[in-house]
């Protein structure tokens, strides 16, 4: 089974998802047999770099409302978090773009690092509230990720490096119509829009499961209403002669 994660690094909903997405893995007994990739999707391609205004601030300013409206709904966001064990660090957080990000992860997949920096870059985000359009401060990411942090600051100095698989990412998923994330495309034949709540998840799973893997189902060929020698647990039936 494959499943295919749409998702930004600054997307609340994407870390959230994600997390029930592994929560509902831990439950299901094929997990081993399960492949995720992740794949890139800005929510704002036109997003600055970090000005040093409050996510509240750029909320409050991008939606036209309050910035106590802001802070109410990032509170609830929060809780949100908490029920799957996630920290929100709305007060210290640092809006920006996520494009170098992006090609930093793609890079990570080369090396076969691609779930570890996406967790590290959620987790950098969210939790310890770093700017992760700083180069810097991605290169220490990658290196924490178990990448060459020179081999990254290379990359991510090079602003065509990885660019396009971003692009191609992009690309796809205005194709398939996703207009909002984090999305889930499972084996190329079922979607999951949002992040469900893990009910939905462990069900989708089973689900999908179930109908790509159906059990045999046979013809059957015996005489009716006849007799067939059978043996059960415990004792073997002779049939009647006839």
Not at 53 to 78: F, P, R, T
């Amino acid at each position: 089974m494959k499943i295919e994660v749409w998702s930004d690094f600054v997307c609340p909903f994407c870390y959230i998802g994600k997390r029930r997405l592994e929560l509902a893995l831990e439950q299901f007994p094929h997990k081993n047999e399960v492949e995720v990739e992740f794949k890139s999707f800005e929510l704002d391609p036109n997003a600055p770099l970090y000005s040093g205004k409050s996510i509240h601030d750029v909320l409050a300013s991008k939606y036209g409302m309050s910035i106590e409206q802001a802070k109410h709904n990032n509170v609830q966001l929060g809780q949100h978090a908490a029920s799957v064990g996630l920290t929100f660090n709305f007060e210290e957080m640092k809006p920006t773009n996520t494009f170098d990000a992006h090609r930093l992860a793609k890079f990570a997949k080369e090396h076969k690092k691609e779930k570890t920096i996406t967790e590290n870059l959620l987790y950098s985000y969210f939790t310890e509230s770093k700017n992760i359009s700083d180069i810097d401060t991605l290169a220490e990411i990658a290196e924490a990720s178990g990448l060459d942090r020179q081999e990254a600051l290379d990359v991510l100095n090079d602003k065509t490096a990885y660019a396009n698989d971003v692009r191609i990412d992009e690309g796809i998923a205005g194709q398939y119509g996703i207009s909002g994330v984090p999305y889930f495309i499972i084996n190329q034949k079922y979607a999951i829009s949002g992040a469900q709540p893990l009910e939905t998840f462990v069900g989708a799973l089973q689900k999908v499961w179930e109908e790509e893997n159906p059990k045999p189902k046979f013809q059957e060929l015996s005489s009716d209403g006849a007799n067939g020698a059978i043996c059960t647990d415990g004792s073997c039936e002779i049939p009647p002669k006839e």
